[in-house]
């Protein structure tokens, strides 16, 4: 079965600062990639997707993930982080098989 | 549209105990996937049922098992607890095509004293 990997345990940003967290798969064929996020007493929730096309993909609240194939990777990045992007945020592969799995999760603080 | 419900939302269980968990998915949804959420190991997957059958399996002990019943609902039930089991169980629905965003409920905490 496929496996993620986020290597970023927990990243303390200042507002404006630029965020990239890192994901990295071990699957062989076509994968769907996923980030969700997963806000202070809330649900988890979709962040951005990647299932085919333009490796750059774009997500709600200014987010994108980049897709590089050769090197396994969905990493998330965002220009400017501001303190409401406090949260915990998760990369998923699902290899087209509705077996979705999860990293163990990125907990971003962002200080005011 | 009323999104994923879990039920309980907390329980409060001893070790050797049983206890089942339920969720209703998204109307029209078919596909409902169970994980255990514990902090620093993230969301490991338990397994996923679709049309009433388990598709997929994680790697967790016979202790944990599941069914869907005919309306789509699932119930996740973990026999003989121990101390370890304590975490958030996710239920996530989808429509069940392979290859779309999961809808997740708030989770049931279990703790295992």
């Known amino acids: 079965a496929q496996s993620v990997s986020q290597h970023n345990h927990h990243v303390i940003l200042s507002e404006a600062a630029s965020l990239e967290l890192g994901c990295n798969y071990s699957?062989?064929?076509?994968?769907?990639l996923f980030w969700y996020v997963q806000y202070p007493g809330q649900h988890l929730q979709l962040l951005l997707k990647?299932?085919?096309?333009?490796?750059l993909v774009k997500g709600i609240k200014g987010f994108e993930a980049e897709f590089i194939k050769s090197k396994f990777s969905f990493n998330l990045r965002k220009p400017s982080v501001q303190w409401s992007d406090t949260a915990e945020y998760f990369c998923a592969v699902n290899a087209q098989n509705n077996d979705m799995r999860f990293g163990a999760g990125t907990r971003l603080t962002v200080k005011p | 549209k009323a999104g994923v419900t879990q039920t309980p939302r907390y329980l409060i269980k001893t070790r050797g105990q049983q206890v089942t968990l339920s969720c209703s998915p998204i109307s029209g949804h078919r596909s409902v996937s169970w994980y255990q959420q514990t902090p620093g190991q993230g969301l490991q997957f338990l397994f996923e049922y679709f049309s009433e059958t388990q598709r997929n399996k994680g790697n967790f002990p016979g202790r944990f098992s599941g069914r869907q019943f005919s309306n789509s609902r699932s119930e996740m039930n973990v026999s003989t607890l121990e101390l370890g089991d304590s975490a958030l169980y996710l239920c996530?629905?989808?429509?069940?095509?392979?290859?779309?965003?999961?809808?997740f409920g708030s989770g049931t905490q279990l703790s295992v004293l």
């Open positions: 996530a629905s989808s429509k069940g095509q392979g290859n779309e965003k999961l809808f």
């Open positions: 699957y062989g064929g076509t994968v769907n």
């Open positions: 990647y299932f085919s096309g333009d490796p």
